[in-house]
C-alpha cells in the first residue's frame, strides 16, 4: 500500500510518500519559521495561508522525487489535530479532496500519534511495548505504548510544554523563534557551574511536569543580572546552560521513573525538543545503565513532518480505518 502523507497542523508544510513494502519512498518539508521569526512566534493565519501556497507544489515535488503519479496512491493520510485549526484545514480538505477524486481511502491521523511512531521509520525500529517521552512546543507527555492505538498516559506537563519553555526562555535571553535550538546552541558555551536552576515536580512521586516556574526563575535571574549591570554576554550562554540543564534534568528523571513504572526497557523520545543533543546524551547514558535503550527518530523527524503522517496512517489504514465523508480538523484532541 501506498500512502500519501500531509502534515499542515503548524508552521511546517509536510508531505512523505510510504510504501508499506519499500518504506518511505520520499519526503518533502517547507518551514515557515523564517516568517514567522519576526513576529516572535507563530501567526496562525500566516501559517494557514503559506500552507495553501505551498501544500500542492510539495506533492508534486514528493510523486516527482518517487517517480510516481497521483494513480499510485492508494490512500491519502493527513494530520487531522491537534494543531491550529486554519492551518489543519488546509491539509484535511486537500486530503480529502484528493482522495474523493482519485476514490482512494483517507484518514485523519492524531499528530501525536505520528511523533510517537516516528522512531519506526528507522533502520532499527522500536518494537512494542515500549515508554514513549512526548516533547514539542504543544506537548510534554509520558505514555505507555502497548501497540498501536493502545496508549495509556502516564503523565503529562500541568502547564507549559518543555518546548514551549525552551521557546519562552530564548525570548527572555533575546535569541529569536524558535527557542530550542538557539538556547541548545548558546549553551554549549555556558558554565554548567554558575546557576543552578530548579527541577520542578522531581522531588515528589509521580510523572506529571511543570515548567512555568522555571520559565518564572529564568525572567528572575535575567533581571537581578541586568539591574547588577551583569548581564553580557557570558551571563545569557550561563543562563542558557543552566536553563537547559534543569529541562533535560527533569526530563530524565521522568523517563527513569516511567521505565522503573512500568518495568519496560524500551524508551521513544519524540517531538521537537527530541532533537536536543544534551537530552539525547544524558538519557543514553542513564538507560544505558539500566540495560534500557532508547529510540530516536533522525533529527529532521524530529519536529514536524509528513513522512510520520505517511507512517502513522499507513498502519491505522492497513487495519482497516478510513474516515468517512466528513474532513477533521480537531484543534484539541487527546492522544
Ligand atoms: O514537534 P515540533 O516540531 O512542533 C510541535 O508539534 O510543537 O516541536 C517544536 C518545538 C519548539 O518548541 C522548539 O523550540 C523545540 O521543539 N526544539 C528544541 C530543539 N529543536 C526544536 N528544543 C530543544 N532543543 C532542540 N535542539
Ligand atoms: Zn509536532
Known amino acids: 500500500m501506498r500512502v500519501l502523507g500531509i502534515e499542515t497542523s503548524c508552521d511546517e508544510t509536510g508531505v512523505a510518500l510510504y510504501d508499506t513494502r519499500h518504506g518511505l519512498l520520499a519526503d518533502a518539508l517547507y518551514s515557515q ?34 517517480h510516481c503519479g497521483r494513480a499510485d496512491l492508494d490512500a491519502i ?49 522500536v518494537a512494542f511495548p515500549f515508554v514513549a517521552l512526548l516533547v514539542s512546543g504543544g506537548h510534554t507527555q509520558l505514555v505507555a505504548v502497548e501497540g498501536l492505538g493502545a496508549y495509556r498516559l502516564l503523565g503529562e506537563s500541568v502547564d507549559d510544554a518543555a518546548g514551549e519553555a525552551f521557546d519562552k526562555a530564548a525570548k527572555m535571553l533575546e535569541l529569536g523563534y ?11 558555551h555556558g558554565d554548567p557551574t554558575r546557576f ?37 554576554e557570558q551571563a545569557h550562554a550561563d543562563i542558557a ?34 532533537a536536543n543533543v544534551r537530552l539525547r546524551e544524558r538519557l543514553d547514558h542513564a538507560l544505558t545503565k539500566r540495560r534500557a535503550k532508547a529510540f530516536y527518530p533522525r533529527n529532521r523527524f524530529c519536529t514536524d513532518n509528513g513522512a510520520m503522517i505517511a507512517y502513522a496512517g499507513a498502519q491505522r489504514l492497513m487495519a482497516g480505518e478510513h474516515d468517512d465523508s466528513a474532513i477533521l480538523a480537531v484543534p484539541r484532541w487527546p492522544l
Open 33 to 66: 519559521v523564517a516568517m514567522h521569526a519576526d513576529f516572535g512566534g507563530v501567526v496562525p493565519e500566516l501559517a494557514s495561508r503559506d500552507h495553501t501556497r505551498k501544500l500542492l507544489p510539495l506533492i508534486d515535488d514528493v510523486l516527482g522525487e518517487a
Open 178 to 188: 524558535p527557542g530550542g535550538p538557539a538556547i541548545a546552541r548558546l549553551a554549549e
Open 241 to 274: 546552560r543552566a536553563f537547559e540543564e534543569a529541562v533535560v534534568d527533569t526530563l530524565v528523571i521522568k523517563c527513569r521513573r516511567a521505565l522503573d513504572d512500568t518495568g519496560l526497557k524500551r524508551l521513544v523520545v519524540a517531538g521537537g525538543v527530541s
Open 196 to 232: 543552578r536552576f530548579p527541577r520542578p515536580m522531581t522531588d515528589r512521586p509521580g510523572l506529571d511536569f511543570s515548567f512555568s516556574g522555571l520559565k518564572t526563575h529564568t525572567l528572575t535571574t535575567i533581571k537581578a543580572l541586568r539591574d547588577e549591570g551583569a548581564l553580557d
Open 77 to 125: 493520510a493527513y494530520t487531522a489535530g491537534p494543531g491550529l485549526v486554519g492551518a489543519l484545514m488546509v491539509g484535511a480538505s486537500t486530503a480529502h479532496g484528493m482522495a474523493r477524486s482519485l476514490d482512494i481511502p483517507v484518514l485523519g491521523v492524531h499528530h501525536m500519534e505520528g511523533h510517537l511512531l516516528a522512531p519506526m521509520l528507522e533502520d532499527d525500529p
